[in-house]
């Protein structure tokens, strides 16, 4: 309040709303006090949190009262220095009666002006925060009205060109859907992988009402596009093919799990954000008719983002847990990439994501456990034979996989490794099937004519590739899997992974569309090199004067700086009493 009291001396009553500030000891009486007049403005009352408001009384020790007339108190409400009542705010429009009283215990009472609302803020509701941004779950766009329909008919006749077509359309759709940060990031990635440029608005300052009332709708869309279709992409002759079902594939295979970090406990909920978005942006296409011609590609396309919804948080998962122990058991046995990165079980490699190698000993148990339950009689005779005689080898090779078939652990090796003391602590294996492919990034091998004609021909016998697999592992993989992997083969029949550089979905496809992100078509001729300019050579008469005159500071500088040096010599040898020696030549 303003008032020169201690604020924990201040209290309300809730009942005549006062704020009572109890007397101080004083001598005298508070007879002689004059009427003192308020401001009706609100001022806050101390510590309770009350204000100066209307109908409410306060009473005040006199002595307060006398130390502002004394010019010593803080004014009312306002700050100020003096105790002027007009600098403090004071009117005569509200007087205070003071009552009569002793000095110990008298008190004045002041009615004040009301207590001003606070404002408060408005809901999100009100402020467009809680409004439907068009990606919710059963989410539908709303009927057309027969104008809405005709217009659209005219918009999007198959007689215009699709690039004019699909460039309104996407305009529409943006300026329907409330997209947040994340979501419109995606939305520009899809478009500009395929094909469609995006960037600011052209015309962003001409677009008012005056501008823009005789416009059509079309019109109107184009202004305000900030994405665009380049007339040499499309078309006869153009570079891009229209294919809504292949730019999916690839755009969610290769390039979304490159750009944007899907792992952890929320792969699922964060893939499905992402396909939602294109899911949502395909089938505003189809239910506006956009382009007809392409219907079917665009259902195959929203095909894809649902099966992009069952595979990539398991082709995440399977690329965290794969190779598996045992493939990295026996890298680390037979020599692998695995050999010896062990470091002894650190505490910081508890925390650690991936493969850190594994101890020799666990390794050699893992091992035989694995080849006791699962290998043929041939491959552990051999596999004796060979160890005892020192000649285990290995091949390896980098080649790319497909799943074929997964073959679970049995019951029975289920129950070995729980009940086995040699198992204790092991994962059961199961069996990883899998054919060779050949990954699209992959550069053309040199081959005879004898061996193109058998790749060429799809009847030719495909290797098949057999591996031994954690079953907990293969709850991530499925058929139609694809990996890069380095795999060494033992001269004992066994094969395993070495590494595993990528995995991928079942329709994992590699697009020259990445190549051509932030490509600028070159000048047909390159701009001429900007000859350097001599200011000096160029105006030799102006700086004449001034060459000159810079040389004869120069040398007036050096003479200076000579003149120093010899003085400073001189007294040095002087002080130090030296004679210069002579030197005589002898006769």
């Known amino acids: 309040m303003g008032y020169p009291l201690d604020a924990t001396s201040v209290a309300t009553e809730d009942n005549d709303h006062q704020v009572t500030i109890p007397a101080q000891t004083v001598d005298g009486t508070a007879d002689g006090l004059e009427k003192l007049n308020i401001d009706d403005t609100s001022h806050s009352a101390g510590q309770s949190g009350s204000s100066l408001s209307e109908g409410k009384t306060f009473v005040v020790d006199p002595n307060v009262l006398a130390q502002w007339q004394a010019g010593q108190a803080a004014v009312v409400g306002n700050e100020a220095t003096s105790g002027d009542?007009?600098?403090?705010?004071?009117?005569?429009?509200?007087?205070?009666?003071?009552?009569?009283?002793?000095?110990?215990?008298?008190?004045?009472?002041?009615?004040?002006?009301?207590?001003?609302?606070?404002?408060?803020?408005?809901?999100?509701?009100?402020?467009?925060?809680?409004?439907?941004?068009?990606?919710?779950?059963?989410?539908?766009?709303?009927?057309?009205t027969p104008a809405e329909y005709e217009k659209e008919q005219r918009l999007y006749d198959p007689d215009v060109d699709f690039s004019r077509r699909i460039?309104?359309?996407?305009?529409?759709?943006?300026?329907?859907?409330?997209?947040?940060?994340?979501?419109?990031?995606?939305?520009?990635?899809?478009?500009?992988?395929?094909?469609?440029?995006?960037?600011p608005k052209q015309f962003a300052s001409t677009l008012d009402a005056k501008n823009i009332s005789d416009m059509n709708a079309a019109e109107i869309a184009l202004?305000?596009?900030?994405?665009?279709?380049?007339?040499?992409?499309?078309?006869?002759?153009?570079?891009?093919e229209v294919d809504f079902e292949t730019c999916a594939k690839a755009f969610f295979s290769s390039r979304v799990p490159c750009v944007y970090d899907l792992s952890g406990p929320e792969s699922v909920k964060l893939v499905k954000a992402k396909t939602n978005v294109i899911r949502n942006f395909l089938n505003y296409l189809l239910h506006h008719d956009v382009c007809p011609e392409y219907k079917s590609q665009i259902l195959a396309a929203r095909a894809v983002c649902d099966l992009t919804d069952k595979e990539l948080p398991m082709v995440i998962t399977a690329g965290f847990h794969l190779p598996g122990d045992f493939q990295t058991a026996c890298s680390e046995i037979f020599g692998g990439t695995y050999q010896g990165i062990h470091g002894g079980n650190p505490p910081w490699e508890t925390n650690l994501k991936g493969h850190v190698g594994m101890s020799l000993d666990l390794a050699k148990q893992t091992f035989r456990v694995g080849m006791s339950t699962h290998v043929t009689d041939e491959v552990a005779k051999a596999y004796m034979e060979q160890n005892d005689a020192g000649?285990?080898?290995?091949?390896?090779?980098?080649?790319?996989?497909?799943?074929?078939?997964?073959?679970?652990?049995?019951?029975?090796?289920?129950?070995?490794?729980?009940?086995?003391?040699?198992a204790n602590g092991l994962k059961p294996l199961g069996r990883l099937v899998a054919k060779t492919w050949i990954p699209p990034s992959t550069l053309p091998r040199d081959l005879t004519e004898e061996e193109r004609a058998i790749e060429a021909d799809p009847t030719a016998l495909v290797?098949?590739?057999?591996?031994?697999?954690?079953?907990?592992?293969?709850?991530?993989?499925f058929v139609g899997m694809k990996l890069e992997v380095t795999v060494r083969e033992m001269s004992f029949g066994l094969k395993f992974f070495d590494t595993v550089s990528a995995v991928y979905c079942s329709f994992y496809?590699?697009?020259?569309?990445?190549?051509?992100?932030g490509w600028r078509i070159p000048e047909a001729e390159p701009l001429p090199y900007r000859e350097s300019y001599n200011v000096r050579a160029a105006h030799a008469e102006d700086f004449a004067g001034e060459d000159e005159?810079?040389?004869?500071?120069?040398?007036?500088?050096?003479?200076?700086?000579?003149?120093?040096?010899?003085?400073?010599?001189?007294?040095?040898?002087?002080?130090?009493?030296?004679?210069?020696?002579?030197?005589?030549?002898?006769?």
């Open 223 to 240: 202004m305000k596009a900030t994405h665009f279709v380049d007339a040499d992409k499309w078309g006869q002759g153009g570079a891009y």
């Open 549 to 587: 005159e810079i040389e004869e500071n120069a040398d007036l500088q050096q003479t200076e700086k000579d003149d120093a040096n010899d003085n400073n010599e001189a007294e040095a040898e002087k002080q130090s009493g030296n004679i210069p020696s002579i030197e005589v030549a002898e006769a």
């Open 85 to 144: 009542p007009q600098s403090a705010g004071l009117s005569k429009e509200n007087e205070v009666d003071i009552q009569g009283g002793s000095a110990a215990g008298a008190s004045m009472e002041l009615a004040v002006g009301s207590k001003k609302k606070s404002k408060k803020r408005k809901p999100k509701s009100k402020r467009g925060l809680a409004a439907p941004t068009g990606f919710e779950e059963f989410y539908v766009d709303a009927p057309l």
């Open 509 to 517: 496809t590699l697009l020259p569309n990445e190549l051509m992100l």
């Open 391 to 422: 000649t285990t080898a290995t091949k390896s090779y980098t080649t790319g996989l497909e799943v074929t078939q997964l073959i679970r652990a049995s019951d029975e090796v289920q129950a070995f490794y729980r009940h086995h003391s040699a």
């Open 167 to 199: 460039e309104y359309a996407i305009q529409r759709y943006s300026d329907l859907r409330n997209m947040d940060s994340a979501k419109k990031d995606l939305f520009d990635k899809y478009l500009r992988f395929g094909g469609i440029s995006a960037g």
């Open 463 to 477: 290797e098949t590739h057999d591996f031994l697999i954690e079953d907990y592992v293969l709850d991530s993989c």
